[in-house]
């Protein structure tokens, strides 16, 4: 019998969930209904709890409220797609309701699941039923009441997993789309490998010792962070400096922020109305410790030598004798001071659309879309570095809105997130851009802009399915509008037939046409031209996105 939960206990049922749901990933992903290509459920909740795992396994905690505030924080940084950033959600309400634990009863941590509900349905805007929310609501309530009887944490969980499998079985007569389908919810399927996880620890189940065990899609854990760096002279600010301060005067954190950002890099600081937390990388550690003293009383101090622990991984990492090939990792945004009114940061998937969002004014770019869906602290890394004091956030995909909106609040900046769910909605929203205009204005303007805008897509299905009445086979064709199935077709003719029917009938003026990195520049004319012969008094521009996954995006306006 399990009747308090300890810090190690979290952790350990933290990490095996994290390790479960990555072994299945691949099993939730093809639960998905709508059989396009891309990062899913299984893969971005994956992600977002390998993020928090690799976080327990870095450092021991020493209360149940520390594991349970470095899970949701790290967690909430690493959360990806609407899944990861839900399960994100969920364990920030755990952490809330924790936070002052040593360890818990059954019962208090029955209720912090329930909080964690709460937490999620309150942060999204439109929630919807026959989804992991209402998996985790059912589960989470049915733990309350077993706890109001047994004091036994497996017992409580036993429950909450019986009502969590009925709930997730009833997910097709809450969703008509999973029920035409055939399958459950996807993102319910996640939550109760996590509840399972959780008990298969109680019990003793779990492999021994709970290792994070970190799947390539999301990062290959420590050894390989170090063995991207070709030699030591690649790190050029050896110390890693973590610590934070007890603020104990007025003095402004912008002044700290902008004397790290001059004498190292990578330089992150939070702050709250009590505390400021700071990691930044310097060659002068003890400087950076004599600065922050100005401003309060050092709570913790971490400081670690990047050049010897890089070559302490390589040699654990490398057999004898082998050298790294890798090639070194994209370079991260660096944070600068606001230095201006406004910045404008683009998510995006292709080159030709990166050089495109530029052109138009964006001064981040942040790589992702349909086959990797970027974390909330990519996202705010390059908030950061925009140097806006207001920063505007195109996030050109529906499932990585939430992981914008979740950077809000985590910066000094004001974060403003444009819910732009498709690359035409984010280039009409730049066009409309007037950056001499106040940001709520600007707003204003750049959603209404993406209100008049038709978006068309051209993809492939990975997988045989059946949606909205149609069967669905590998490889076919799919051409889509604004998100909703136009039509599954075999071959190149079909396709410019349902696309051009339904292009005319938007009446458009504008017809902006970019291809992808799969399409030759001269399969691009030939589909332009023939997409033009049924838009005989548009005007028609060809593009070379160099988006993956996608043959084509069209904009009509």
């Known amino acids: 019998m399990t009747e308090r939960i300890t810090a190690q206990l979290f952790r350990d049922m933290v990490v095996h969930a994290a390790a479960s749901v990555d072994a299945r990933k691949q099993d939730i992903n093809e639960l998905n209904v709508f059989p396009v290509p891309d990062g899913d459920t299984g893969t971005n909740m994956s992600m977002t709890l390998n ?12 209360s149940l409220g520390e594991a349970a505030e470095r899970t949701a924080s790290a967690m909430l940084r690493g959360a990806r797609g609407n899944s990861g950033v839900i399960t994100s959600l969920l364990f920030r309400g755990i952490s809330r309701t924790l936070k002052e634990k040593r360890e818990a009863t059954a019962a208090e941590f029955a209720a912090a699941m329930n909080e964690g509900v709460s937490s999620a349905y309150k942060a999204v805007m439109k929630p919807t039923e026959g989804t992991i929310l209402t998996v985790s609501r059912l589960a989470s309530a049915a733990a309350v009441e077993a706890a109001r009887k047994e004091k036994d944490l497996e017992a409580v969980l036993m429950r909450a997993e019986l009502a969590g499998q009925e709930a997730l079985e009833n997910t097709q007569e809450l969703n008509p789309v999973l029920k035409k389908a055939g399958v459950v919810d996807a993102g319910g399927v996640g939550y109760m490998e996590i509840l399972r996880s959780f008990l298969r620890v109680l019990r003793g189940e779990a492999n021994e010792p709970v290792r994070a065990q970190v799947s390539q899609e999301a990062g290959e854990g420590v050894s390989s962070v170090f063995a991207q760096f070709d030699t030591e002279a690649d790190i050029r600010f050896p110390y890693c400096t973590e610590f934070i301060v007890a603020k104990e005067n007025d003095k402004s954190v912008e002044l700290l922020r902008s004397y790290l950002a001059s004498i190292g890099d990578s330089a992150v600081v939070l702050d709250d109305e009590e505390l400021i937390k700071v990691h930044v990388h310097s060659d002068r550690p003890g400087e950076v410790l004599t600065e922050a003293l100005t401003y309060g009383s050092l709570q913790t101090v971490k400081v670690e030598n990047m050049r010897l ?29 606001p230095s201006k009114k406004l910045g404008i940061v683009s998510i995006y998937a292709g080159d030709g659309l990166a050089d495109l969002f530029r052109e138009l004014g964006a001064d981040e770019i942040v790589s992702g879309g349909q086959t990797m869906n970027p974390s909330t602290e990519d996202i705010l890394e390059a908030v950061e570095a925009t140097g806006g004091e207001t920063v505007l956030v195109l996030p050109n995909n529906k499932n990585i809105i939430l992981a914008a909106q979740q950077s809000v609040g985590l910066t000094e900046q004001k974060v403003i997130v444009i819910p732009t769910t498709t690359v035409p909605q984010g280039v009409s929203a730049m066009l409309a851009l007037d950056p001499e205009a106040e940001p709520e204005e600007i707003e204003q303007a750049m959603n209404a802009a993406t209100g008049n805008v038709k978006s068309f897509s051209v993809t492939y299905a990975a997988r045989d399915s059946s949606f909205d009445g149609r069967e669905i086979h590998e490889g076919e064709y799919l051409a889509l509008q604004d998100g909703k199935l136009l039509g599954n077709v075999p071959d190149k003719a079909s396709l410019i037939e349902t696309l051009s029917k339904a292009l005319a009938e938007t009446g458009a003026e504008f017809v902006s046409i970019f291809y992808g990195e799969d399409v030759s520049e001269e399969e691009a004319e030939e589909f332009s031209q023939a997409i033009g012969k049924s838009m005989p008094d548009a005007e028609l521009s060809l593009v070379s996105g160099g988006q993956p996954v996608y043959y084509y995006l069209i904009s009509a306006e």
């Open 51 to 62: 993020a928090a795992a690799q976080e327990l396994d870095r450092k021991e905690s020493k």
């Open 309 to 337: 622990q890089h070559s302490a991984k390589l040699e654990e990492a490398q057999p004898e004798g082998k050298t790294h090939a890798a090639p070194p990792p994209a370079p991260k945004p660096e944070p600068k001071a």
